[in-house]
């Protein structure tokens, strides 16, 4: 054993302050607080964080390509229904969609509002899981022919369900002799979506193909490939692959281009978040030194007579050591149980505080998703726990080697 009976007894004894030694057993048990509070916040945050990340880049993936192909002189891409049985058949990719995409205003029961309109075939529109799985009324079947889906949240700003009719107008008119007169089109709804992210469910409209082609006039053109690749994390080798089969033809654009200073600013913000909740450790760690220096001082005959009797300072030095590690330690495991049980149940925990104060904590206007997602990275948790014991533990060597350099002699005197 590294320590004694005999030093954990006199180290314990040392915690539990009497009663004129009440001030050093507050700034201990703050120092015990602090370190759980650092410790259950880093964990928390740094779990919401990863949640964030990961609900965002799997919905923005499940319903956008990990690769777009454009017509590299701009406008429509002609021929593709060749080009895509060729990349069909590229190494990595899984899946190619032919896409139509516009800006559009929408427009129903007396309110308009701007949209994003998509045409993609029916059966793309059904192997696509994200929004097959998430339509909320209607099916996914229902979806083709001349009847389009719109998300959950436009057809409750409009007032839609399923068989109603929604209105479209084209950016661009038909010119005549009188001006330019807008464009017109009204589609049956099929189906109604809810992929959880409040943009898409605000704001998308899907055609059928050969609708969205005449709606905006493109011809028997696309204006994009969608790929989908078997590991979109390691893109650039699905990226090069595709890039020489369009060489010359098509631009490629992959989802971190798109995406970039999106998930730039989330990775920015979680390396700040990491530093900031750091220093609520290490605040409590300097909690700890000081404690430990007052509990030195107050202790400094008890030292001097243990030293009499036989006592090494080596023993004196991890008696000290140990009080001090003994609150590091205690604040590290309580803050790791509280963080993790926060981070588990923090869905749970947010709709309740809002039934009990009435307030909405988590607006996906804001916040883009309806959930609070929390998703534990247990190599950071890990991470957070080494790091706050660390702190604990070189916060009690300064204290406790000054409690061994202490001459009995001199503190006998001055006592």
Same mark, same amino acid.
């Given at each position: 054993?590294?320590?004694?009976?005999?030093?954990?007894?006199?180290?314990?004894?040392?915690?539990?302050?009497?009663?004129?030694?009440?001030?050093?057993?507050?700034?201990?048990?703050?120092?015990?607080?602090?370190?759980?509070?650092?410790?259950?916040?880093?964990?928390?945050?740094?779990?919401?964080?990863?949640?964030?990340?990961?609900?965002?880049?799997?919905?923005? =993936?499940?319903?956008?390509?990990?690769?777009?192909?454009?017509?590299?002189?701009?406008?429509? $891409?002609?021929?593709?229904?060749?080009?895509?049985?060729?990349?069909?058949?590229? @190494?990595?990719?899984?899946?190619?969609?032919?896409?139509?995409?516009?800006?559009?205003?929408?427009?129903?029961?007396?309110?308009?509002?701007?949209?994003?309109?998509?045409?993609?075939?029916?059966?793309?529109?059904?192997?696509?899981?994200?929004?097959?799985?998430?339509?909320?009324?209607?099916?996914?079947?229902?979806?083709?022919?001349?009847?389009?889906?719109?998300?959950?949240?436009?057809?409750?700003?409009?007032?839609?369900?399923?068989?109603?009719?929604?209105?479209?107008?084209?950016?661009?008119?038909?010119?005549?002799?009188?001006?330019?007169?807008?464009?017109?089109?009204?589609? @049956?709804?099929?189906?109604?979506?809810?992929?959880?992210?409040?943009?898409?469910?605000?704001?998308?409209?899907? $055609? @059928?193909?050969?609708?969205?082609?005449?709606?905006?006039?493109?011809?028997?053109?696309?204006?994009?490939?969608?790929?989908?690749?078997?590991?979109?994390?390691?893109?650039?080798?699905?990226?090069?692959?595709?890039?020489?089969?369009?060489?010359?033809?098509?631009?490629?654009?992959?989802?971190?281009?798109?995406?970039?200073?999106?998930?730039?600013?989330?990775?920015?913000?979680?390396?700040?978040?990491?530093?900031?909740?750091?220093?609520?450790?290490?605040?409590?760690?300097?909690?700890?030194?000081?404690?430990?220096?007052?509990?030195?001082?107050?202790?400094?005959?008890?030292?001097? #007579?243990?030293?009499?009797?036989?006592?090494?300072?080596?023993?004196?030095?991890?008696?000290?050591? $140990?009080?001090?590690?003994? #609150?590091?330690?205690?604040?590290?495991?309580?803050?790791?149980?509280?963080?993790?049980?926060?981070?588990?149940?923090?869905?749970? #925990?947010?709709?309740?505080?809002?039934?009990?104060?009435?307030?909405?904590?988590?607006?996906?206007?804001?916040?883009?998703?309806?959930?609070?997602?929390?998703? #534990?990275?247990?190599?950071?948790?890990?991470?957070?726990? =080494?790091?706050? $014991?660390?702190?604990?533990?070189?916060?009690?060597?300064?204290?406790?080697?000054?409690?061994?350099?202490?001459?009995?002699?001199?503190?006998?005197?001055?006592?």
């Amino acid at each position: 054993m590294i320590f004694t009976a005999f030093e954990r007894m006199v180290a314990m004894r040392y915690l539990r302050a009497r009663r004129q030694e009440g001030f050093i057993s507050v700034i201990a048990g703050f120092s015990l607080l602090g370190i759980a509070l650092g410790v259950a916040t880093l964990i928390i945050v740094m779990s919401v964080m990863n949640g964030f990340r990961a609900e965002l880049l799997g919905r923005v =993936l499940g319903l956008n390509g990990h690769l777009n192909v454009y017509n590299a002189r701009g406008g429509p $891409l002609p021929d593709f229904d060749v080009l895509t049985g060729t990349l069909r058949n590229t @190494p990595g990719v899984v899946n190619v969609t032919p896409t139509v995409e516009g800006q559009a205003l929408v427009s129903a029961r007396g309110v308009a509002s701007g949209a994003v309109v998509r045409g993609v075939r029916a059966e793309d529109f059904r192997a696509r899981p994200t929004l097959a799985r998430g339509v909320v009324r209607g099916k996914a079947e229902d979806f083709g022919e001349d009847r389009i889906a719109i998300g959950s949240r436009m057809a409750q700003r409009l007032g839609l369900s399923v068989g109603d009719q929604l209105t479209l107008i084209a950016p661009q008119g038909n010119v005549t002799a009188f001006g330019t007169v807008p464009r017109l089109r009204s589609y @049956p709804i099929g189906a109604i979506f809810d992929v959880g992210m409040f943009e898409y469910d605000n704001s998308f409209v899907f $055609l @059928p193909l050969e609708e969205a082609q005449a709606f905006f006039r493109t011809g028997d053109a696309v204006t994009s490939l969608e790929i989908f690749v078997q590991d979109p994390v390691q893109i650039r080798a699905a990226r090069d692959a595709v890039q020489s089969v369009v060489a010359g033809v098509g631009r490629v654009v992959d989802w971190q281009q798109s995406n970039s200073s999106f998930f730039t600013a989330l990775q920015v913000e979680r390396n700040v978040m990491f530093l900031i909740l750091s220093l609520i450790i290490m605040v409590a760690a300097f909690n700890i030194i000081s404690s430990l220096i007052m509990l030195v001082k107050d202790k400094g005959r008890d030292i001097a #007579i243990l030293r009499t009797m036989g006592a090494t300072r080596g023993m004196i030095m991890r008696i000290f050591f $140990l009080s001090g590690a003994s #609150i590091g330690v205690t604040g590290t495991l309580l803050g790791l149980a509280l963080g993790v049980s926060f981070a588990l149940n923090i869905e749970t #925990i947010r709709q309740a505080i809002q039934a009990l104060t009435g307030t909405n904590l988590f607006s996906a206007e804001i916040y883009f998703l309806s959930q609070l997602p929390a998703r #534990i990275d247990w190599s950071e948790v890990t991470q957070v726990t =080494l790091m706050a $014991l660390g702190l604990s533990f070189a916060a009690t060597i300064y204290p406790s080697w000054r409690a061994a350099r202490l001459d009995p002699v001199e503190a006998l005197r001055y006592e």
